[in-house]
């Protein structure tokens, strides 16, 4: 027997915190579609278990301690709502994307986020299979340091992209989501 909604909700959020193959298959659908894709590297769009695991290793390599604690859900057999707080430590570079390209990198600043999300998950055959959010992305930026920029934070940004870490640091996340979404269940996170 499959999972209730408020399991297929708990069970994303958990496979975003641990990158687990065998959980991503037993809760994300085959057709499986992020909408917030598009500010992630490539992997992250690709359809099934694979993209959700992909924005694992994405959000997991930036910020270390990922915590998705719920704090309310909502819905129904087709859709589930679901208010949560996205917590970590920012101990590597987090890397948004545009259009598969680097976009902004910012290097890790060692610093706790704690900021509101509320998600909508599509479901259909006991499966999620839609995914889209509306996030407080401005307090996480100004916990950063980055909105509005602190002098420091906006040094170091500067300077990764004049050296060049940027772009490598973007390559890398990029390669370590592909390698994530090419994860097999049973096979464990960071094992490739």
């Not at 958990?14 to 909408?35: C, K, M, Q, S």
């Not at 290793?57 to 819905?75: D, K, T």
């Not at 704690?114 to 401005?138: K, N, P, S, T, W």
Request: charged letters at 20%.
């Amino acid at each position: 027997m499959g999972m209730d909604t408020t399991g297929l909700a708990h069970g994303l959020f958990r496979i975003l915190e641990t990158g687990d193959p065998a959980l991503a298959a037993e809760v994300v659908g085959e057709d499986f579609h992020n909408r917030e894709a598009a500010a992630a590297p490539p992997a992250c769009s690709i359809p099934g278990p694979a993209g959700v695991l992909a924005s694992s290793a994405w959000m997991r390599s930036a910020f270390s301690e990922l915590r998705f604690p719920v704090l309310g859900i909502a819905g129904n057999d087709e859709q589930v709502w679901v208010r949560l707080r996205m917590q970590g430590r920012h101990t590597s570079p987090f890397v948004r994307f545009r259009d598969g390209a680097l976009d902004q990198a910012i290097p890790p600043t060692g610093r706790e986020i704690d900021f509101e999300q509320i998600h909508v998950l599509d479901l259909r055959d006991g499966r999620v299979v839609g995914h889209e959010a509306v996030r407080d992305d401005i307090t996480m930026l100004g916990q950063l340091g980055v909105f509005p920029p602190a002098p420091a934070t906006a040094l170091r940004m500067v300077a990764w992209k004049v050296t060049g870490r940027a772009a490598r640091a973007a390559a890398d996340i990029a390669a370590r989501a592909a390698e994530a979404a090419a994860r097999q269940p049973g096979e464990p996170a960071g094992s490739r």
